[in-house]
């Protein structure tokens, strides 16, 4: 029943919103295009800041930066629940969601997936924002360039999940 009715929103929604707005006698066609049109400029406009952030992502992952990072964190980490192979997801999430989501694939398939470190992983990854990506594509898309503060809060949020990602996975598995 649940897969009938997520197969019918979407069409449901978009004659609703046709519907709302032929009753209202608004140009909905005309207003789909503006729209259409504003989506454009924002791609053009947040475009630098795409290439800026995978550039970053792929630097540091093919420069053994976070290798050399995670090397002598991995001890620590193991004494608090953190598996030194989730510390690649931990430091990428905030940079990228898709290289994040690149690495957890890699290690499910290398552990089963059943373990506690892919549901370790899996739950980090549901529990942390891809910070640095947000500010740099949402900010830069209202040209915000002061962000030092929504910086911090979104690392300190990031710390907190992945606090409590390690202890509700220690909790439950």
């Known amino acids: 029943m649940m897969n009938n009715i997520s197969t019918l929103i979407l069409p449901l929604m978009v004659l609703t919103i046709l519907t709302w707005g032929m009753l209202n006698k608004q140009p909905v066609y005309e207003h789909?295009?503006?729209g259409a049109k504003d989506g454009f400029d924002v791609s053009i406009k947040i475009l630098p800041y795409l290439v800026a952030?995978?550039?970053?992502?792929?630097?540091?992952r093919?420069?053994?930066?976070?290798?050399?990072?995670?090397?002598?964190?991995?001890?620590?980490?193991?004494?608090?629940?953190?598996?030194?192979?989730?510390l690649p997801i931990v430091f990428t999430r905030p940079l990228s969601g898709s290289a994040a989501l690149g690495l957890f694939s890699d290690l499910a398939?290398?552990?089963?997936?059943?373990?506690?470190t892919v549901k370790l992983a899996a739950i980090i990854i549901?529990?942390?924002?891809?910070?640095?990506?947000?500010?740099?594509?949402?900010?830069?898309?209202?040209?915000?360039?002061?962000?030092?503060?929504a910086l911090l809060t979104g690392l300190i949020a990031d710390a907190a999940g992945i606090a409590a990602a390690i202890w509700i996975a220690h909790l439950f598995f």
């Open 126 to 149: 549901g529990s942390s924002e891809t910070t640095f990506y947000v500010l740099s594509v949402y900010f830069g898309s209202v040209s915000i360039t002061k962000f030092r503060y």
């Open 32 to 34: 789909f295009i503006d």
């Open 62 to 86: 093919a420069s053994g930066l976070m290798d050399f990072i995670a090397a002598p964190i991995s001890h620590i980490s193991a004494r608090i629940g953190l598996p030194a192979d989730v």
């Open 109 to 116: 398939a290398r552990f089963n997936p059943d373990s506690y």
């Open 53 to 60: 952030i995978i550039f970053a992502v792929t630097v540091f």
